[in-house]
């Protein structure tokens, strides 16, 4: 039985070994050929290492423009997503309210639909509803409806498990209901809201086919790339990507070990004091004669 359980347990590792290789190949690729010095336009074929790309990541026309309108959506998005959703959360998991079925119904929705579908319903309502132009704020719309499912699903799973005795027990000793989400309440699901937050500035930043039908005249860091895609891919694009990778590989590094130590620190509780012996009354000598 010792020997079986070796060779499964061997087995399960092997599979995820290579599951992972061959979730991170690509990722590899991206990050050798940002290194690659290529002939000609499109950076397909190793020639040799070179660090030029990394020295001037912003020399192609166009590139450093369509970046930032990224980041500016990506963050305007995700701090609004992660309000509203945080907010929609704590209504779903603490509270029962007319309608709170039919809105966990919703919240999956855009989930489970395609994104062509997306894109297109999203374009179809701004034309109805008049839109004069679209451009940075239908993205902006756009990217903040469908990232509020993913960071609904993402506190809620954290919310769950929440130990609200903690809450009533801030309330006992004269917290306000503000002083208690702030002081207690927050700090302890702060690693669920970071977790989704960090996913919805990925999904953001990443976001191509939403985009591409709300965009109008505006260029993105994916549209840039799509567009470039049929003239020339310089390495530059992949040293832009190779940097989003790793400043996402550095935030979900700092958010597990935030959520460790707070994890760390909610298990150590401190001893509660013992009550002081009560004095033991004096017992009066019988007088002698």
């Known amino acids: 039985m010792t ?10 590792n092997a599979y995820a070994g290579l599951a992972l290789i061959y979730l991170l190949l690509p990722i590899g690729v991206i990050l050798a050929f940002s290194f690659n010095n290529p002939v000609g336009r499109f950076n397909f074929i190793w020639n040799e290492f070179s660090l030029d790309a990394w020295k001037h990541p ?32 704590l209504a779903l998991v603490r509270y029962e309210f007319k309608g709170r079925s039919p809105v966990n119904f919703f919240i999956f929705i855009p989930l489970a ?4 579908v997306l894109g297109a319903a999203l374009l179809s309502q ?8 679209l451009g940075f704020a239908t993205i902006l719309i756009a990217h903040i409806m469908f990232n509020l499912s ?23 000793l004269g917290a306000t209901p503000w002083e208690t989400f702030r002081l207690v309440t927050l700090p302890l699901i702060m690693p669920g809201v970071v977790s989704a937050a960090l996913l919805a500035f990925a999904l953001s930043i990443d976001d191509f086919v939403i985009t591409n039908f709300n965009s109008g005249s505006t260029i993105t860091f994916p549209l840039f790339v799509w567009g470039a895609a049929r003239v020339a891919i310089p390495p530059q694009i992949y040293v832009i990507a190779s940097m989003i990778f790793l400043f996402t590989v550095a935030m979900m590094i700092l958010t597990v070990w935030q959520q460790r130590r707070a994890e760390r620190m909610a298990a150590v509780r401190p001893d509660e004091p013992t009550a002081p012996d009560e004095p033991t009354p004096a017992v009066a000598e019988p007088a002698t004669a």
């Open 3 to 12: 020997l079986r359980r070796r060779g499964l347990d061997w087995l399960l």
């Open 113 to 116: 639909t395609p994104e062509v």
């Open 126 to 133: 701004f034309l109805n509803w008049g839109t004069p132009q």
């Open 150 to 172: 993913f960071v609904v699903i993402t506190v809620r799973s954290r919310l769950i498990g929440f130990d609200r005795s903690l809450e009533e027990a801030a309330q006992d």
């Open 58 to 89: 912003f020399a192609v026309e166009g590139i450093g423009s369509a970046l930032e309108k990224s980041l500016q959506i990506a963050a305007l998005s995700t701090i609004f997503a992660t309000i509203l959703g945080t907010l929609t959360a």
